[in-house]
């Protein structure tokens, strides 16, 4: 299929590009990636009037480490150049091992993370991972910017905090504290698939060896990211252990994820392969955090 006419504008920098949106607004979409946008427009499930393409612009896609020893990613970076990256290796361990799950590597060369997240579908491996992480996204319109989490930058379905005239251009990743440990999971029909379920899991060890933060944030789960807030506070104040990550697991699949099914995976089903990824994403996360990092 053809998408519908489209007018078409690739301004050289971000002023202009804003410029150009706020001019249009809910006329306009932004082109970075296109990995997502032009198979949509193909099927008329949208139909923008304008097509802002921002890849000329530079200094969007910049990888570097920030004053506070996190990580500041440009909107633009191409998703392979992110997994390919030593600072986020170093840095960002969980994004570096999410990444990769990210269908295959022909849409990675072209997608962009700030496109990813964007897009909010709930399948998608970003948008968990950015709630994992609790990262900030730096949202910029032609008269203003403002930072918002990433637990309320997600509304729903393929819904943001997004304003039409806003440009989500850059994410800052906190940095990784001393006793920190992470894993991602999901499970696929064949490598590249949309999940039938997954998740991101962070927690952190406190000095004694309980668990004093925990994140546990789930894909292909409902309309948007699930964060399993039940499942999180049972680690808390808890040494990580065997007989504690199954209760827990439990409780996130059974009480606080809603899937949807599919032809591929019913209901039930997806709930069992959340108990059995939580456990096995916790296992490592433990094991990580005890052992700096090392699984």
Not at 84 to 99: F, G, K, M, W, Y
Not at 266 to 276: N, S
Request: glycine residues 8%.
């Amino acid at each position: 299929m053809k998408p519908p006419p489209f007018e078409y504008l690739a301004p050289g920098t971000l002023e202009e590009a804003l410029a150009q949106l706020s001019e249009h607004g809910c006329e306009a979409k932004i082109l970075a990636g296109g990995q997502s946008l032009i198979p949509s427009m193909n099927f008329r499930m949208v139909q923008p009037a304008m097509l802002i393409d921002i890849n000329r612009i530079a200094g969007l896609d910049s990888i570097r480490r920030t004053g506070q020893g996190g990580l500041a990613i440009g909107a633009l970076s191409r998703q392979n150049k992110v997994e390919r990256d030593p600072l986020v290796a170093q840095h960002a361990p969980l994004l570096h091992e999410t990444i990769p799950h990210i269908a295959h590597p022909q849409i990675r060369n072209r997608g962009t993370v700030g496109g990813s997240l964007a897009h909010a579908d709930p399948a998608s491996e970003l948008p968990v991972y950015a709630i994992a992480r609790d990262i900030r996204l730096r949202l910029r319109s032609a008269a203003a910017e403002r930072w918002v989490d990433a637990q309320d930058f997600f509304q729903g379905m393929f819904t943001t905090a997004l304003a039409p005239d806003e440009m989500l251009v850059e994410i800052e990743i906190p940095p990784m504290p001393t006793g920190a440990g992470w894993s991602f999971q999901e499970i696929t029909r064949r490598r590249g698939d949309y999940a039938l379920m997954g998740l991101a899991v962070y927690i952190e060890l406190a000095g004694d060896g309980t668990c004093s933060a925990a994140r546990l944030v789930y894909l292909n789960a409902g309309d948007g990211p699930q964060r399993a807030r039940e499942a999180e506070n049972m680690l808390i104040g808890e040494k990580p252990a065997a007989e504690l990550f199954e209760p827990a697991a439990r409780v996130a699949a059974e009480s606080e994820i809603d899937p949807f099914g599919s032809i591929h995976a019913t209901i039930e089903f997806q709930r069992h392969l959340a108990r059995v990824l939580t456990v096995r994403a916790l296992e490592i996360a433990s094991t990580r955090a005890r052992n700096g990092g090392i699984a």
